[in-house]
């Protein structure tokens, strides 16, 4: 019976693994559908990004009751792996509560612990939930949330719920049979549980072998719905929980709000000036801004990904404040989307065939002419994600490749090529109004 369990927790284990890896390894190949961009300048920075941005949440602390609520659940993520690592270890091996033997008291204060960050996790879920479901926080009811989003949210939710109830729910059921000395379970008396012997007078009137079922039942749904969530993170927003660590440290570190200059296009203006440092071969054609997710950089692929669809950005955007169309949380699923789209077309043919489709069947021109460029969508991020960036290349590329532009901009690109300034006045002109006075 026990190699029977060995060998069904082995290959479920090594499907979940398998099925992971091969997600993982999409995504990946996915970003890297993304021109170069060197963000490696400035380590120590960076490092510090990654420890207050990413684990520790720093920008989420302006509001710090719901801040503390997300860390604990956080927290609650990233510390009971420690006991899902004894679940696994004990599954292949064939062993029980293997860290018990290993850690005596300090294994029972751990187990504490967790129980502890479990009630956390269980408890703020639920207020989660409550949030967004009968609250309704604005940010979180917004149109673009309706269908997927909204439920891909809720099963998190619900999933972290269920898994903290069938941990709390195992220990009280072992812990019973060990004061019963009942086979295996006595072999290591942990004694109590924090909060798991509240659950004992529940289950005090199952006979032995009932409670090994639940014990067994419970174990065996919490391991098998780690390995399913596991699986599900790469199809849901909750993929942040793994990328937001590489985001923060891949942050741009240069001035809020500065934009890139195009070198091609500088290098035509410094042509244009002094003609004889121009290349006397032709240069291959330049493609101006972004079109499709072939044309933004990896960092910007990243970002897409990495986006927890949480809103800070949509609530500060003045924008979206003023009733315009523009959402950057909106710019970042779609982008997100795209590249889903263009991975399932590579993974259907091998590599990509063109579908007659880009950035624009998911982001409209509305939403790019929207943006005043303030940078407060990438101010208020919780790990730097900058919406700005897709918005200014994909404008980039209407303008210049398209000649897509409503007439006040094509007025003001004229006058500052032939007058060198927003306005139409002559360079020669611009200071008569000092005699007017």
Same mark, same amino acid.
């Given at each position: 019976?026990?190699?029977?369990?060995?060998?069904?927790?082995?290959?479920?284990?090594?499907?979940?693994?398998?099925?992971?890896?091969?997600?993982?390894?999409?995504?990946?190949?996915?970003?890297?559908?993304?021109?170069?961009?060197?963000?490696?300048?400035?380590?120590?920075?960076?490092?510090?990004?990654?420890?207050?941005?990413?684990?520790?949440?720093?920008?989420?602390?302006?509001?710090?009751?719901?801040?503390?609520?997300?860390?604990?659940?956080?927290?609650?993520?990233?510390?009971?792996?420690?006991?899902?690592?004894?679940?696994?270890?004990?599954?292949?091996?064939?062993?029980?509560?293997?860290?018990?033997?290993?850690?005596?008291?300090?294994?029972?204060?751990?187990?504490?612990?967790?129980?502890?960050?479990?009630?956390?996790?269980?408890?703020?879920?639920?207020?989660?939930?409550?949030?967004?479901?009968?609250?309704?926080?604005?940010?979180?009811?917004?149109?673009?949330?309706?269908?997927?989003?909204?439920?891909?949210?809720?099963?998190?939710?619900?999933?972290?719920?269920?898994?903290?109830?069938?941990?709390?729910?195992?220990?009280?059921?072992?812990?019973?049979?060990?004061?019963?000395?009942?086979?295996?379970?006595?072999?290591?008396?942990?004694?109590?549980?924090?909060?798991?012997?509240?659950?004992?007078?529940?289950?005090?009137?199952?006979?032995?072998?009932?409670?090994?079922?639940?014990?067994?039942?419970?174990?065996?749904?919490?391991?098998?719905?780690?390995?399913?969530?596991?699986?599900?993170?790469?199809?849901?927003?909750?993929?942040?929980?793994?990328?937001?660590?590489?985001?923060?440290?891949?942050?741009?570190?240069?001035?809020?709000?500065?934009?890139?200059?195009?070198?091609?296009?500088?290098?035509?203006?410094?042509?244009?000036?002094?003609?004889?440092?121009?290349?006397?071969?032709?240069?291959?054609?330049?493609?101006?801004?972004?079109?499709?997710? =072939?044309?933004?950089?990896? &960092? +910007? !692929? %990243?970002?897409?990904? #990495?986006?927890? @669809?949480?809103?800070? *950005? $949509?609530?500060?955007?003045?924008?979206?404040?003023?009733?315009?169309?523009?959402?950057?949380?909106?710019?970042?699923?779609?982008?997100?989307?795209?590249?889903?789209?263009?991975?399932?077309?590579?993974?259907?043919?091998?590599? =990509?065939?063109?579908?007659? &489709? +880009? !950035? %624009?069947?998911?982001? #409209?021109?509305? @939403?790019?002419?929207? *943006? $005043?460029?303030?940078?407060?969508?990438?101010?208020?991020?919780?790990?730097?994600?900058?919406?700005?960036?897709?918005?200014?290349?994909?404008?980039?590329?209407?303008?210049?490749?398209?000649?897509?532009?409503?007439?006040?901009?094509?007025?003001?690109?004229?006058?500052?090529?032939?007058?060198?300034?927003?306005?139409?006045?002559?360079?020669?002109?611009?200071?008569?109004?000092?005699?007017?006075?």
């Amino acid at each position: 019976m026990q190699i029977a369990q060995q060998t069904l927790f082995i290959i479920a284990a090594g499907m979940a693994i398998y099925l992971f890896s091969k997600k993982i390894k999409q995504i990946r190949r996915n970003i890297q559908l993304g021109k170069d961009a060197d963000y490696t300048d400035n380590p120590a920075a960076r490092w510090k990004n990654l420890l207050l941005l990413a684990f520790g949440q720093k920008k989420m602390f302006r509001n710090p009751l719901v801040a503390l609520m997300h860390f604990v659940v956080y927290a609650g993520f990233l510390i009971i792996n420690i006991e899902v690592l004894e679940i696994f270890l004990d599954g292949i091996l064939g062993t029980y509560r293997l860290f018990a033997a290993l850690g005596g008291q300090f294994y029972i204060f751990l187990i504490n612990a967790f129980e502890f960050l479990a009630l956390g996790v269980l408890a703020f879920c639920i207020v989660f939930l409550l949030r967004r479901n009968w609250v309704k926080v604005k940010r979180l009811a917004s149109k673009e949330l309706d269908g997927w989003p909204k439920s891909d949210a809720n099963y998190i939710l619900i999933t972290e719920i269920v898994l903290m109830t069938l941990f709390l729910t195992m220990n009280a059921a072992d812990t019973l049979l060990q004061s019963r000395g009942y086979g295996h379970y006595a072999a290591h008396l942990t004694g109590n549980f924090a909060l798991s012997q509240y659950i004992q007078p529940l289950i005090a009137g199952f006979s032995d072998q009932q409670l090994v079922a639940l014990e067994r039942t419970c174990w065996w749904l919490h391991i098998l719905g780690i390995f399913a969530f596991l699986n599900y993170l790469p199809y849901s927003k909750h993929l942040h929980i793994l990328l937001a660590f590489p985001n923060a440290y891949y942050a741009r570190l240069s001035p809020e709000g500065k934009m890139h200059n195009m070198v091609e296009v500088q290098k035509e203006v410094l042509y244009a000036m002094q003609p004889e440092l121009a290349p006397t071969e032709a240069a291959a054609p330049m493609k101006f801004g972004a079109k499709d997710v =072939f044309d933004l950089s990896w &960092k +910007n !692929l %990243l970002d897409a990904y #990495s986006c927890t @669809e949480c809103g800070r *950005c $949509t609530a500060a955007c003045p924008a979206n404040i003023t009733g315009k169309l523009l959402s950057p949380r909106k710019i970042m699923m779609g982008t997100r989307d795209r590249m889903e789209e263009v991975g399932q077309n590579i993974n259907k043919n091998g590599a =990509f065939i063109d579908d007659g &489709k +880009n !950035l %624009l069947n998911h982001i #409209s021109v509305e @939403e790019l002419r929207a *943006c $005043t460029s303030c940078n407060a969508c990438v101010e208020e991020c919780p790990v730097s994600i900058s919406p700005l960036e897709i918005i200014l290349e994909m404008r980039r590329a209407l303008v210049m490749e398209d000649s897509n532009a409503p007439q006040e901009w094509n007025s003001m690109f004229s006058n500052i090529e032939n007058n060198f300034a927003p306005w139409k006045l002559a360079p020669d002109d611009r200071d008569k109004w000092v005699n007017e006075v």
